[in-house]
């Protein structure tokens, strides 16, 4: 079993509307999560960190945690054409990150 | 600004060359990490280090080596390059907090002929 499984998609959603993004973990000891995008060519950059249980909202992006399922997930509201990237999920134990293989989303005008 | 900084952008190597990859950090930062990325895989930790001179193995460390003489030098050795070791490897560095984030260097896109 993958330690980070993401849905690979691609998923497309028409601009405007909402863009649900899903991620599981295998480790329970797992102690942060994170939410990056990566746009073709470049580096990936940070989106959304999350630590406990809930939801947390930035702006249109809303990342949710759920440990007792291990289970994060990020919405995006509104979605706009430039939002169309790769988005990776991560999750650190101690000192390492580990990454989902990624969703690519594609976000039509 | 942090900069991690990866010493080539585009690298085209020759089956059973010895390649160094090189990635300076300029923020103190004690974790440094090397991945690579595939299509469809996406990033792969080969190994990391929180240390001078420590490093931990990730998920796919055959066929490469680390080196960390120096707090702000991470570099990735192949030891005999191969064909299947053409790909985009990442640097990165962090703080040794678990809830900061990593920052990347650019990027070097590996190919071995």
């Known amino acids: 079993q993958k330690e980070v499984e993401q849905n690979s998609g691609p998923l497309s959603v028409p601009e405007g509307a909402i863009a649900s993004l899903n991620c599981t973990y295998s480790d329970r000891g797992s102690q942060s999560f994170f939410w990056y995008r990566q746009y073709s060519g470049k580096s990936p950059e940070l989106i959304m960190s999350i630590y406990s249980n809930g939801d947390k909202e930035d702006g249109r992006f809303t990342a949710q945690l759920n440990k007792a399922s291990q289970y994060v997930s990020l919405l995006i509201r509104d979605s706009q054409p430039s939002d169309s990237a790769t988005y990776l999920c991560?999750?650190?134990?101690?000192?390492?990150?580990?990454f989902g293989a990624g969703t690519r989303l594609t976000v039509k005008p | 600004d942090v900069k991690v900084t990866q010493s080539s952008r585009y690298l085209v190597k020759r089956t059973g060359e010895k390649v160094f990859l090189e990635c300076v950090q300029d923020m103190d930062h004690e974790n440094m990490f090397w991945y690579r990325q595939d299509p469809g895989l996406g990033l792969r930790l080969i190994y990391f280090?929180?240390?001078?001179?420590?490093?931990e193995k990730g998920d796919i460390p055959e066929g490469y080596s680390v080196s960390r003489e120096k707090k702000e030098r991470f570099s990735l050795i192949l030891e005999s390059a191969s064909t299947n070791q053409t790909s985009m490897y990442l640097c990165?560095?962090?703080?040794?907090?678990?809830?900061?984030?990593?920052?990347f260097g650019s990027g070097t896109q590996l190919s071995v002929l």
């Open positions: 991560a999750v650190t134990r101690n000192n390492d990150m580990r």
């Open positions: 280090s929180y240390d001078v001179k420590m490093k």
């Open positions: 990165a560095s962090s703080t040794r907090n678990p809830d900061e984030k990593l920052f």
